[in-house]
Structures are given as C-alpha cells and as structure tokens.
C-alpha cells in the first residue's frame, strides 16, 4: 500500500542515534503510523489524517506493520548493495513533503531557514539558505512548523 497522494501527517518517525568517530554504538527508529483514528481535534484535522479517513475503510494492522517491515527490508537490501543512498534517491526525492518546501533547521546556537532541496546519498538534508548556499543538515531537527499551515 503507496499512498502518495495524501498530503496530511500519516505517519511520524523519530530517531536516535549514538556513535564513535569510527562506529555507530546504536540506532533506535520508532514509527509511528495513524492507522485507524477517525478523528483529530479541531487544531490538526487540516494537517493530520489516518489511513482509514483516506482509504474510507479500517486498516488491518498486522497486514500494514507486515507490508510495512517489507519495504523496510527491500530499501535496505539497496542500501546494502550501495552502502549509500544513492539507490534510493529518486524514489525518496519523488515523495519527500518538504521538497521545495520552506524548513527551518535547528540546531543550537545556528538555527537558519531555507528551503529543502531533497538529500544527499549520505542521507543529508540539502537546505538551500537564501543567500543561495547549500547546507548538508546531517543531524538535529529539521522543524516545518508553522511554515506552511503545519503545526
């Protein structure tokens, strides 16, 4: 199941990462998908959705957390044979929300808007700031609040 065309929050991914100079120590991914809710309070009903709103029918579950883990693994596999992103790029560029999009990047003591210009293989988010350079945002948070109706 691709639902390319929904254009509301279905899903929320958040990461943590803690790594050497040389290895990474741990990964934790958690994914959070709104499957079957039938509403949202008023203030989120414009910028959320679930996939049982837009398919206009409950969601199965297992079936989604299964299909889910499947193309998980089918994206690694091309990961692995490239050791990079660059496999994936397209794929990623062609549904990324925020793809010319304005974002604002917040990291501590340099925090800067720009407008998002899809990744690198390295999985950095290119920002390209208004003086036209471009920055590779490899860590930290990477807000679209309040820029474009989101909150």
């Given at each position: 199941m691709f639902c390319s065309w929904i254009k509301k929050?279905?899903?929320?991914?958040?990461?943590?990462?803690?790594?050497?100079?040389?290895?990474?120590?741990?990964?934790?991914i958690g994914v959070g998908i709104n499957a079957n809710m039938r509403e949202f309070p008023p203030e989120l009903?414009?910028?959320?959705?679930?996939?049982?709103m837009e398919l206009g029918h409950p969601v199965n579950r297992a079936e989604l957390v299964a299909e889910t883990m499947k193309c998980f693994e089918r994206n690694y596999e091309i990961f692995e044979?490239?050791?990079?992103?660059?496999?994936?790029?397209?794929?990623?560029?062609?549904?990324?929300?925020?793809?010319?999009?304005p974002v604002r990047?917040?990291?501590?003591?340099?925090?800067?808007?720009?407008i998002a210009r899809g990744i690198n293989e390295?999985?950095?988010?290119?920002?390209?700031?208004?003086?036209?350079t471009v920055e590779e945002v490899y860590s930290?948070?990477?807000?679209?609040?309040?820029?474009?109706?989101?909150?």
């Open positions: 929050k279905v899903v929320g991914i958040l990461t943590e990462m803690n790594a050497q100079m040389d290895y990474i120590e741990y990964l934790v009903q414009d910028k959320a959705t679930s996939l049982q044979k490239t050791q990079d992103l660059s496999g994936l790029l397209e794929a990623y560029q062609a549904v990324l929300a925020n793809y010319n999009q990047v917040l990291e501590p003591g340099n925090e800067y808007s720009g390295r999985g950095e988010l290119l920002v390209e700031r208004e003086n036209g930290g948070e990477v807000s679209v609040r309040g820029l474009y109706s989101y909150v």
